[in-house]
């Protein structure tokens, strides 16, 4: 394709076609707004492109691509909470409480994984999303695999209990 | 209307995609070739992930529609003609990220009224008041982004955008996305009448549509309701 100089390189490139989806996703569910999305996602792109000849393949290149996609979530989460909920577009205030009727169920799912602690929402995100077999997870977020399963069951009790208290059955 | 449990949800977060032309955009400003993931990465929705959502009571089409099947469908014309377009200018310097075309503005959360029957019906003329929700910055597939968003809890606003997207893009290559949309809001806006006759027309037209099991179960429901 004959365009401007690329951004990143060819094999960044590569990346973005194969993973692009993947990390989309990713960083929804970490707790990137849906009109931050398309920003994150670029950084993560930018980050790999610079950090490329670091990489030594000692993980796949998803899970590699995910390592930096949970900093990048973590400083748009940071920025969000700089953010007055009111631009928020999945805030919700007890006069809007039929909203919960209209959000669809990513949505629903987002809005409870917004509910419960950072460190529970990665592993949760991470293995039940995602699907990374639990020693990767913890490889990722460099903590124990048995402490990696005890914040997943926490995440589910407490993704459980927030959904529950929603209405929704459990 | 009840919702699915948390391993639903997570069911259908794997499945979950970006909108149309999202990741086509950030490819831009990165200036990177993109297509999205093709026909054979994405098969159509599995039947396990259809009767999730028939059983959460959801639009089939909200929840497996583009994420899946259209992306496939469309991509490659939308891909096109991101690509062949030259880059929107910014609708407004806020914040000058990279990516400003991308950027749609927060939708108030206001009602739309409902547009007449006899409007619906007859897609060229343009509603008494055009959404104003809609701004000129959206682009084409923005545009039934939206409306595809909106069908499941507010199928007149859904209806609504599609008018809009059929006057402003009478040629567009969402076409054919945009009647599906169109007929399932017509149906969830009790103009049954209407969305089996332009269920009908769409088999005639489109026999070959991607989106025909679609238009295939709404006129089945239509039939029995």
């Given at each position: 394709m004959p365009r401007e100089e690329a951004l990143v390189g060819p094999a960044t490139a590569r990346l973005f076609q194969a993973h692009a989806e993947e990390v989309w996703r990713f960083l929804k569910y970490l707790g990137v707004r849906e009109h931050d999305l398309a920003d994150a996602c670029q950084e993560v792109f930018l980050v790999a492109h610079r950090k490329l000849p670091e990489f030594?393949?000692?993980?796949?290149p998803r899970t590699w691509l995910y390592g930096i996609s949970l900093r990048v979530a973590k400083t748009w989460r940071r920025r969000r909470q700089l953010?007055?909920?009111?631009?928020?577009?999945?805030a919700v205030g007890p006069q809007q409480e039929h909203e919960r009727e209209r959000r669809d169920t990513h949505e629903l799912l987002c809005w409870a994984l917004d509910r419960i602690s950072e460190t529970q929402r990665e592993v949760f995100v991470l293995h039940?999303?995602?699907?990374?077999?639990m020693a990767e997870v913890a490889a990722r977020l460099e903590c124990g695999v048995f402490t990696a399963y005890s914040r997943l069951r926490l995440a589910r009790r407490a993704l459980k209990r927030v959904l529950a208290e929603k209405g929704v059955k459990r | 209307m009840t919702h699915p449990d948390l391993d639903q949800l997570v069911l259908l977060a794997r499945r979950d995609r970006p909108a149309l032309g999202v990741l086509a955009a950030v490819a831009r400003s990165l200036r990177v070739p993109f297509a999205a993931a093709p026909i054979a990465a994405i098969v159509t929705p599995s039947t396990a992930a259809a009767s999730l959502v028939a059983k959460a009571g959801l639009s089939r089409l909200a929840l497996l529609g583009w994420g899946a099947g259209s992306t496939v469908a469309v991509s490659g014309v939308v891909l096109a003609v991101v690509f062949s377009r030259p880059v929107a200018p910014p609708a407004s310097p806020v914040r000058?990220?990279?990516?400003?075309?991308v950027r749609a503005p927060v939708l108030p959360q206001v009602a739309e009224p409902a547009p007449a029957p006899e409007v619906a019906a007859s897609p060229a003329a343009s509603p008494a008041r055009p959404a104003k929700e809609t701004p000129a910055t959206w682009d084409e597939p923005q545009l039934i982004e939206r409306a595809r968003k909106a069908l499941a809890a507010e199928p007149r606003r859904a209806l609504s955008l599609t008018q809009e997207h059929q006057r402003r893009f009478p040629a567009g290559a969402l076409g054919v996305e945009r009647d599906v949309i169109a007929l399932e809001a017509l149906a969830r806006t009790g103009q049954a009448a209407e969305a089996k006759r332009r269920a009908l027309a769409f088999q005639a037209k489109y026999p070959k549509s991607i989106h025909l099991p679609r238009v295939n179960a709404l006129l089945a429901r239509l039939g029995s309701e």
């Open positions: 030594r393949g000692e993980s796949a953010v007055p909920l009111g631009e928020d577009d999945r039940e999303i995602e699907e990374l077999p | 000058a990220p990279v990516l400003q075309p």
